[in-house]
């Protein structure tokens, strides 16, 4: 095994359970005939370091959660990650991202030239890049539906960046959001606290709102929130590809540090 072989690092606890599925990922997407063959991975979960993001992105906290995942990251930067990747679609967006990236280059400055070269790889970046590959854009704009966290939507993440590359996000509305955001974090059913398995309500909510997008012509479902493919693991639903994102940054990991053990996109 190559000394030079690239490391990769998780961000993990945001969520937890999230983190663990983006590592199971790394792993299923890989050609293995040995224990050798599969890509190093560190992970780290601190989630009690971490303030809630849609807290913090919607106003009703001041405390930036970018400055704890920055230092997570110098964390596993240190312990040797090279490719770092952060499960969190909320999180990308730039008041935490860019608070975070800061931090690492601040905690990084006085370490060795080979720690500070960590790379990190765009969840949305990722997302992008496969929409293109499997719904390629036919220049007046495909409609893909979008199961996200409130303030996903509230801050515009992937309007901004799916719209220049030709598709037209659509969104549950008003009272869809709220029930999506339900799904995801309710105390007594929600995906963060009742991840495995996931409550019968927060998985029927998250169908109903799939449905709803289908009816109104998306071409495709984005589960824009790393905690929803844990409730909607099927490829196809209502008869479209379902997108799940965790799956995506998963693929752009293999494919970053062993393009030549990356399997086919599961059907």
Not at 186 to 201: C, E, L, S, W, Y
Not at 225 to 246: H, K, M, N, Q, Y
Request: hydrophobic share 45%.
């Amino acid at each position: 095994m190559s000394q030079n072989r690239e490391i990769i690092g998780i961000v993990g606890g945001v969520g937890p359970y999230a983190g663990l599925d983006l590592m199971q990922k790394v792993f299923d997407q890989t050609v293995a005939g040995t224990d050798q063959d599969y890509p190093s991975v560190i992970h780290m979960s601190f989630s009690a370091d971490i303030a809630p993001r849609p807290e913090f992105l919607l106003g009703a906290s001041e405390v930036n959660p970018g400055p704890a995942l920055g230092r997570i990251m110098a964390r596993l930067a240190r312990a040797g990650a090279t490719l770092l990747a952060m499960p969190c679609n909320t999180a990308h967006a730039a008041p935490i991202l860019d608070a975070a990236l800061r931090e690492l280059d601040d905690s990084l400055r006085s370490v060795p030239p080979s720690t500070a070269h960590v790379r990190f790889l765009s969840l949305l970046d990722a997302v992008t890049d496969a929409l293109r590959d499997r719904l390629p854009s036919t220049g007046g704009g495909r409609p893909v539906g979008l199961l996200s966290t409130r303030a996903t939507f509230e801050t515009g993440l992937y309007q901004r960046c799916l719209e220049p590359a030709g598709y037209i996000p659509l969104f549950p509305d008003g009272m869809g959001r709220e029930l999506v955001q339900s799904a995801i974090n309710n105390p007594d059913f929600g995906i963060k606290t009742h991840a495995r398995p996931v409550t019968p309500q927060a998985r029927n909510i998250l169908l109903d709102a799939a449905r709803d997008l289908a009816d109104r012509g998306a071409e495709a479902i984005l589960l824009a929130c790393t905690e929803i493919p844990l409730a909607l693991p099927e490829p196809r639903l209502f008869g479209l590809p379902v997108l799940d994102s965790t799956l995506i940054l998963a693929r752009a990991l293999v494919r970053a540090v062993a393009p030549e053990r990356l399997k086919p996109w599961p059907e």
